[in-house]
């Protein structure tokens, strides 16, 4: 198998605020529990992959930061090298239900601390992760911190789904996308880490990457005041460059007039995944062979339909003719 390379950065600051609540983390080497801030450096994939984690925190006064800050530590616990056995790596399936328990483990403990502390209670925090292993992408979010992917071959897709109110609009057909973005009530989030009404319930899903993807995560900070369409402009002027790339979307979201924390977390894939863009829509096949199906049993449903209809009408004529 291509070794894997890939380069790592993320920013994150007060930005549109005068307090941080945004927390985030990465790591291009979970083999070997190093995290640290990475810009533009070249590394390879190691067998338990790398890390980017950003989480935006709500709840007033310090509890914000507090929460998000706990909803980091949390990930970083259950990514620790020694807890990422092979059972935990050996498939998809295991991969997809370790980040869901990492999550609902955040969600735990940002509850904890809220009923040890009074000045805390009600915080909460959304969370966004992708776990880069082998040739895919696992993401896994909670609230409207988002992860997209980036190729130059085919734009900007968004892979994860808002839990929020403006996006359950947009799902029934209430409210179109431009609408939603301008919506007075787009900062209500519908799933979070620390909401005493309900259980954390993570979405999970897995990405096939290839050479040239750019996985970012991001706060609403930043997707909150730059449409995806400008976000993918950015992206477009600064595909290989990391640093370059964050910096841009930086200045953009500064110039759209922010309002909030921002954070931004990168990574591109250099080579040694597919090559091949096309295969992105690796559904397609099936769908192919579906329709085919669908044609030969409209086909013999037709056949059938004509024979039967065959068979009433010389009834029809037999009782006639009685």
């Not at 983390?25 to 083999?31: F, G, I, Y």
């Not at 007033?60 to 990514?79: H, P, R």
């Not at 993401?139 to 085919?154: H, K, L, M, Q, T």
């Not at 199906?293 to 013999?300: L, M, Q, V």
């Amino acid at each position: 198998m291509n070794t894997i390379k890939f380069i790592m950065t993320a920013r994150c600051e007060a930005a549109g605020r005068s307090n941080n609540e945004d927390n985030f983390q990465l790591t291009d080497r979970l083999a070997g529990n190093q995290w640290s801030f990475i810009t533009d450096h070249e590394v390879d994939l190691d067998e338990k992959g790398a890390l980017l984690i950003v989480c935006d925190g709500m709840g007033g006064m310090n509890a914000g930061e507090v929460a998000s800050k706990i909803a980091v530590e949390t990930i970083k616990d259950w990514f620790s090298a020694e807890r990422l056995t092979d059972e935990v790596i050996a498939s998809s399936e295991s991969i997809m239900g370790y980040i869901e328990k990492a999550i609902v483990a955040a969600d735990e403990r940002v509850k904890e601390e809220g009923k040890n502390d009074s000045e805390k209670e009600g915080m909460g925090s959304t969370i966004a992760l992708a776990w880069i292993i082998g040739q895919s992408a696992f993401i896994g979010w909670c609230g409207d911190s988002r992860a997209y992917c980036f190729n130059p071959a085919n734009g900007l897709k968004r892979l994860s789904h808002d839990h929020s109110y403006v996006q359950s609009l947009v799902d029934s057909g209430q409210l179109s996308e431009e609408l939603a973005f301008t919506h007075p009530y787009s900062n209500i989030i519908t799933r979070c880490l620390g909401d005493p009404s309900q259980a954390a319930k993570p979405d999970v899903k897995e990405y096939p990457l290839h050479d040239g993807d750019v996985i970012m995560l991001c706060s609403d900070g930043l997707c909150g005041v730059l449409r995806d369409s400008e976000i993918e402009a950015v992206m477009s002027e600064n595909p290989n460059s990391m640093a370059a790339c964050r910096d841009a979307l930086w200045d953009a979201a500064f110039n759209a007039g922010w309002n909030d924390n921002v954070t931004i977390g990168l990574c591109r894939i250099v080579s040694g995944c597919k090559q091949d863009i096309s295969s992105q829509n690796e559904s397609v096949p099936t769908q192919k062979k579906t329709s085919k199906r669908r044609i030969k049993k409209a086909i013999t449903g037709l056949i059938l339909g004509i024979i039967i209809a065959g068979i009433i009408a010389g009834i029809a004529i037999i009782k006639f003719f009685k």
